[in-house]
């Protein structure tokens, strides 16, 4: 379960200040799937990354699988990023410079899953997405809908109790968007992943369990 | 993590190989001066057997044709008339390349039953005072050894534990040039200074008034008087009725000889230095230039649940890796040369020198990955993923 309270965020610089989100209050429940909606630079993925930790608020509490956040050093918040959380960007942000099956081990190596471990469980996420395939492929040699199935696989072979998307079918035609997210959908019914998707794409919005709107750091719906 | 940095090393072979040329180079480069530099002051901290503080040479001029007796009754004026001066402590004679003078005649040959090669040089009696050489056994030159047998000669230790090694030498007989009688061993004696290697040495005893010694030492006191050297050279030029001669510092002419050595071992090392300073500056702009170029990559680790610790130690690594792999090549080559004995080196100065170089670009290094890997660590990953 995730818990936002009063979560403000603002954005200084030296003569302006930007209130990017404004006292957002938001439970999502273990196994939702929740998608988060609004025009660009209302907020979505401030929210997204308050929820991913890889930022903070300026205000306000979060709670994530029962644990209250951000009371942890940067170390454990580092670790605890790694357990439970995976990651879904709409630009992919694969290294290409490693091939695809190294690209998805990333997450276990930082958990320190020794090399044999990290292969094998790689390997099960890559055929999960349909890239059995591909795993000694690099991501130049992809196309965009293999690329965000890589990114999926890497979200979730560390096994997470939540995925954060952002925007994941932003960059793919409607045709791969739609693999895309019955993937996510299936992972989210099959598996119970808590899943939270900022889309601007209405119809995938549909296909979640519920939907939220923000407009200028408000949430509107 | 090592596996996963090596894996990216080599899939960025291509970007990387300029990195590992310019390390493998600087390596070599270093290698190379610090190998030279090593040997110098290796050699350079080997004592000279004899002192030149106060130790001044007149090489005068002999005709071939003068008459023995003249020679032999100029030597005696001079050794009484110079010896008569208070400010001076010893006067020898003896041959023109006996110190410093950067020749020498050597002998070598298998007339022994083995093979010898020797520096040959002449002395007459005084010569060890003058020169303070340090005797180890056996006798120096004495009066009685004007009508031996056979010539005595004297031999450095060099040549003792070289050639005559297991043999008994002192009262021997042996042929080097003619037949002669080894009367005593020195401890050393490098006639060519300080920056070269000690050779075997062996010193044949001349009479003073012998016209195969026409050079003519002179030790001044320490507290010698400045104007000594006037006083000599008008009793020299007095009694040799010659005024073509000059009294040269044997000290001064030391220094002289070892600056030509190390103004360029100092000129190469400050090459070197700038060298290092290039590549600290050219590592220092590809990590920063692969930092920014690296932003949403070390957003996208970061984000994935990678520390502080492992963003630097990923950067530092990477090049730590590359470094490593460019020395280890170069050790490659650098050990050659002990193994084919390309150079008359010692074969630790090449260790010394490898371990140096090694070293040098090492910590050179870790110095500039330090800062650049821990501003990388520093990156926000909400920030850099959003640049990207």
């Known amino acids: 379960m995730i818990k936002l309270q009063n979560i403000n965020k603002v954005y200084r610089t030296k003569t302006v200040e930007t209130l990017a989100l404004n006292n957002i209050n938001l439970t999502i429940p273990a196994g939702e799937f929740l998608s988060i909606m609004g025009p660009s630079g209302c907020g979505k993925s401030t929210l997204l990354n308050i929820m991913g930790l890889i930022d903070e608020p300026s205000e306000g509490s979060i709670e994530i699988a029962g644990q209250t956040l951000p009371d942890y050093n940067a170390k454990s918040i580092a670790k605890f990023r790694n357990e439970k959380l995976g990651f879904i960007f709409q630009s992919f942000h694969l290294i290409n410079d490693l091939s695809i099956i190294d690209n998805v081990e990333l997450p276990l190596l930082y958990r320190r899953v020794g090399s044999k471990e990290r292969k094998a469980l790689a390997e099960e996420a890559l055929i999960k997405v349909g890239l059995k395939n591909r795993m000694q492929h690099f991501p130049g040699q992809l196309s965009g809908g293999q690329k965000q199935r890589v990114a999926i696989a890497r979200a979730i072979v560390g096994q997470p109790d939540i995925i954060l998307a952002d925007e994941p079918t932003g960059n793919l035609d409607s045709s791969m968007g739609n693999e895309i997210m019955d993937i996510l959908l299936r992972l989210n019914q099959e598996q119970g992943t808590t899943i939270v998707m900022v889309t601007h794409d209405e119809s995938m919005a549909r296909k979640t369990n519920r939907l939220i709107r923000l407009f200028d750091g408000n949430q509107v719906q | 993590m090592v596996k996963h940095i090596f894996t990216l090393i080599w899939n960025k072979k291509k970007s990387n190989f300029l990195l590992f040329l310019e390390i493998l180079l600087s390596f070599l480069i270093l290698f190379a001066v610090f190998a030279l530099v090593i040997d110098y002051l290796r050699v350079y901290q080997e004592p000279l057997g004899f002192n030149t503080e106060n130790l001044w040479i007149a090489h005068l001029d002999f005709d071939d044709r003068t008459d023995t007796l003249v020679v032999e009754e100029t030597k005696a004026n001079l050794y009484r008339e110079l010896l008569s001066n208070p400010d001076i402590e010893s006067v020898s004679f003896a041959d023109r390349k006996s110190l410093l003078s950067g020749s020498s005649s050597s002998w070598g040959s298998d007339e022994n039953g083995f093979f010898l090669q020797t520096l040959l040089y002449s002395s007459d009696i005084g010569f060890k005072k003058t020169a303070e050489l340090n005797l180890v056994a056996g006798r120096w030159f004495n009066e009685s050894d004007k009508t031996a047998k056979y010539t005595p000669i004297i031999i450095n230790r060099k040549l003792a534990e070289g050639a005559f090694k297991g043999r008994e030498v002192i009262d021997s007989i042996f042929t080097i040039r003619k037949e002669v009688k080894i009367v005593g061993i020195v401890d050393h004696y490098n006639a060519f200074g300080e920056f070269e290697d000690e050779d075997s040495v062996a010193l044949f005893y001349e009479p003073k008034e012998s016209i195969s010694t026409p050079s003519l030492y002179i030790r001044t006191k320490a507290n010698a008087n400045a104007s000594w050297e006037e006083k000599a050279n008008q009793t020299i030029a007095q009694i040799t009725k010659d005024k073509g001669f000059v009294i040269n510092n044997l000290d001064r002419q030391r220094k002289e000889d070892n600056k030509a050595v190390w103004i360029p071992m100092i000129a190469m090392l400050c090459i070197c ?6 590549v600290a500056l050219g590592l220092f702009g590809i990590l920063w230039y692969n930092i920014n170029q690296r932003k949403a990559e070390i957003g996208l680790r970061r984000t994935l649940g990678a520390s502080r610790t492992d963003i630097s130690a990923q950067f530092i690594g990477e090049v730590l890796m590359v470094v490593g792999f460019a ?10 040369f002990p193994l084919m004995k390309i150079f008359d080196f010692e074969n630790i100065n090449y260790y ?11 910590v050179v290094v870790l110095i500039c990955a330090y ?9 926000r990953p909400a920030l850099a993923l959003h640049e990207d």
């Open chain 2, 352 to 362: 010394y020198a490898i371990l140096g170089a090694a070293s040098v670009i090492l």
């Open chain 2, 327 to 336: 020395i280890f090549v170069g050790i490659g080559f650098a050990i050659q």
């Open chain 2, 273 to 278: 230095t700038f060298l290092v300073i290039n």
């Open chain 2, 371 to 379: 800062y650049p890997s821990r501003q990388a660590a520093l990156i």
